[in-house]
């Protein structure tokens, strides 16, 4: 008769308990998009930039808010104590819904659960930039290809500051996305990707449309407000300067 009571208290207890830790995880991870944000504006008037433009490497947009998220001796290289990065100011880029990533150290895509690892200074994350504001150039905006000179006028990299409501961060897995138009929707998605591992793939959406918060995912926004987002209304948002949202259902 006790065990029937306590398993009765369990199976009533334990959805509620759930609810309270995704709950807990959802206020800790938008907390760490606003610190983000608030860095990013703190760099940003530091600097006298619009944003930030990364060049790869070691020099990228976590390493350079670092400085502004409480910590101007961030350490970073190959002979640094990876447990000694993640305990500095880099667990802000760290969603509590997210664990270690167990993939090569030496680089590793992340997923809903799991963390991506930047393979050239080992930092573990959880947040993406919206490169079309920022971060990384690549190919993508290289301004001596036709391809590249029409994604930087679309861009706000070069430009003045983006509107308030362009999304700057956001739950991803993996530390910069290039949403399109174009991006399919995870029905169309190919073999072995699913809302559990996103589509890496892809430079867009895919590496954002993730089941890390109940089908939802939370944004920081160029204004520096924070919101949580269906993942069907992530085709609906302000990109880019001409990004036309769709209506999408998967």
């Not at 009533?12 to 800790?28: C, D, E, F, G, N």
């Not at 150039?137 to 003045?160: H, M, Q």
Request: net charge neutral.
């Amino acid at each position: 008769m006790v065990i029937s009571i306590i398993a009765l208290l369990l199976a009533i207890l334990l959805p509620s308990l759930r609810k309270a830790k995704l709950s807990a995880q959802t206020v800790v991870c938008q907390s760490n998009l606003r610190q983000l944000a608030i860095g990013f504006q703190t760099y940003c008037m530091s600097t006298g930039d619009n944003t930030i433009i990364s060049k790869g490497g070691e020099e990228f947009w976590f390493i350079q808010i670092a400085p502004y998220l409480g910590t101007r001796d961030f350490p970073y290289g190959e002979n640094e104590d990876p447990e000694k990065i993640l305990t500095t100011c880099m667990a802000t880029i760290k969603c509590p819904a997210t664990r270690d990533n167990p993939g090569d150290p030496d680089g590793a895509v992340g997923s809903a659960t799991t963390q991506y690892i930047y393979h050239v200074t080992n930092v573990h994350g959880s947040y993406g930039m919206n490169r079309w504001v920022g971060a990384w150039a690549g190919s993508t905006f290289n301004p001596d290809t036709p391809e590249g000179r029409e994604n930087l006028r679309k861009s706000y990299r070069i430009t003045g500051p983006a509107k308030g409501d362009v999304p700057l961060f956001a739950d991803a897995i993996w530390c910069g996305f290039v949403p399109r138009e174009t991006d399919l929707t995870p029905d169309m998605w190919p073999e072995g990707y699913n809302l559990s591992t996103g589509y890496f793939a892809s430079e867009g959406l895919g590496r954002i449309c993730t089941n890390r918060h109940g089908r939802k995912t939370n944004i920081a926004y160029y204004g520096g407000y924070i919101d949580k987002v269906k993942l069907e209304e992530l085709w609906m948002q302000k990109w880019h300067k001409e990004f036309r949202g769709q209506q999408v259902e998967f």
